[in-house]
Nanobody, 122 residues
Framework: QVQLVESGGGLVQPGGSLRLSCAAS????????IGWFRQAPGKEREGVSC????????SYLDSVEGRFTISRDNAKNTVYLQVNNLKSEDTGTYYC???????????????WGQGTQVTVSS
C-alpha cells in the first residue's frame, strides 16, 4: 500500500521555523522525485520545491528562496522541508507528492499525502 504521510506542521509566530516531514512507503522511494506543494485558503495549490532522486533540488517560488530548504534521506524514505523565517503568507496546507521527475505543477504526480497544516500568526 502506497503511503505518503506529512507531519511537522503547526501554529508558529512570524519569524519562526518548522521542519516538515514526508514519510513514504509502499513504492521505490529512491527512484522518485518528491515535491512539496501548498494551498492557502481560497487559493489554488502551488508548487513550493522539489527534490530529484539524485538529490538535486528546484525551488518554484521566489518568495521562499533562502527561507525554505528541501532535503531527503533515502535510508529513512523521508523528505524534509525546513521552513524558516515564516510569514503570514506561508499559511496553508502543505502536501508532498511523488513523481518520476520534478514538475512545478501538481499535474501527473502519482502519489499524494494528506497534508499538514501550517499556520503563521501572532
Amino acid at each position: 500500500q502506497v503511503q505518503l504521510v506529512e507531519s511537522g506542521g503547526g501554529l508558529v509566530q512570524p519569524g519562526g521555523s518548522l521542519r516538515l516531514s514526508c514519510a513514504a512507503s509502499g513504492f521505490t522511494f529512491r527512484a522518485y522525485a518528491i515535491g512539496w506543494f501548498r494551498q492557502a485558503p481560497g487559493k489554488e495549490r502551488e508548487g513550493v520545491s522539489c527534490i530529484r532522486p539524485n538529490g538535486g533540488t528546484t525551488s518554484y517560488l521566489d518568495s521562499v528562496e533562502g527561507r525554505f530548504t528541501i532535503s531527503r534521506d533515502n535510508a529513512k524514505n523521508t523528505v524534509y522541508l525546513q521552513v524558516n523565517n515564516l510569514k503570514s503568507e506561508d499559511t496553508g496546507t502543505y502536501y508532498c507528492a511523488a513523481r518520476g521527475s520534478c514538475y512545478y505543477s501538481d499535474l501527473n504526480y502519482d502519489y499524494w499525502g494528506q497534508g499538514t497544516q501550517v499556520t503563521v500568526s501572532s
